[in-house]
């Protein structure tokens, strides 16, 4: 019934013994094309913005205003790696929308990359805020018998970051392909859509899930 | 019975009951929700986003049933590949 099993990944081509997967094709033409967008649209930046620009700036000072409300400091700080994982996930779980393309966050590697970037970003942002010896002594916290604890939860809930965006986007796909199977004709249509707000919200709840482990490790006294 | 007939019938269990108990805390937390915007509506906006984050744990343990059940179909460990 299905073309191939949603745990694997056909492989594009090779470059020399590494295989490159469809997914990882996605994955760089996302890419290519917010470098690409952003690099047109802001080659003359004006102090009146109008158009384009005002639309990026629209979005990057909502992002800001979310990861504000969220950690009650200064954004700008975490804009570079909140803002680049919300607008990459937008992009790439609206992928789907081209045809022929499937959505690079559907296979588990994506999801995994981007979880292993939040899970270190994390780390290095609690340090850099806080200092070495402050930030390892929050997993001392409220007693040193929760250490095992703190310490599982470290892992669990990047974990479990990982397999939300991964279960979501993919599941989605195989209801696409099940209905595209059942009736071929017009009768996807509102599942499609419905896609889109599963993407968007995905995306959304993957980077407010990183923002507030972000916002834990930089303050105690915030911890969500 | 085979093993990818049980296989079947457990992925089935497994997404029916991990679909049943989450939709039922999703509907509570919903309501809550609802019940606190309506009392205060001007706080709409920190309910919604912890609403969501709160929805996409819950929703998280509907995930992992649904994984499983792949798992047993498609990388079933009991079966040679």
Known sequence: MFRLS???????FWLGPIPITG????????MAAITAFCAISLRRPKVEPDGVQSLLEILIEAIAAQIEAVLRRDPWPFMPLIGTLFIFLVVANLSAIVPGLHPPTGHIETPA???VIVFFSVH???ISARGLGRYLRHYF???????PLNVLSEITRIFSLMVRLFGNMMSHEIVIAIVMFLAGVLVP??????GLLIGILQAYIFTVLATVFVGAAVDATNAA | MTIQMISVIG?????SFGALAPAWGEGRALAAAMDAIARQPESAGTISRTLFVGLAMIETMAIYCLVIALLLLYANPFVGA
């Open chain 1, 141 to 147: 916290e409220p007693n040193p018998l929760l250490l």
């Open chain 2, 11 to 15: 992925a089935a269990i497994a997404v």
């Open chain 1, 124 to 126: 290095v942002m609690g």
């Open chain 1, 6 to 12: 949603p745990l694997t990944n056909e492989v594009a």
């Open chain 1, 189 to 194: 249509i509102p599942f499609m859509l419905l």
């Open chain 1, 113 to 115: 990359a981007l979880a």
């Open chain 1, 23 to 30: 997914a990882v094709v996605t994955t760089w033409g996302v």
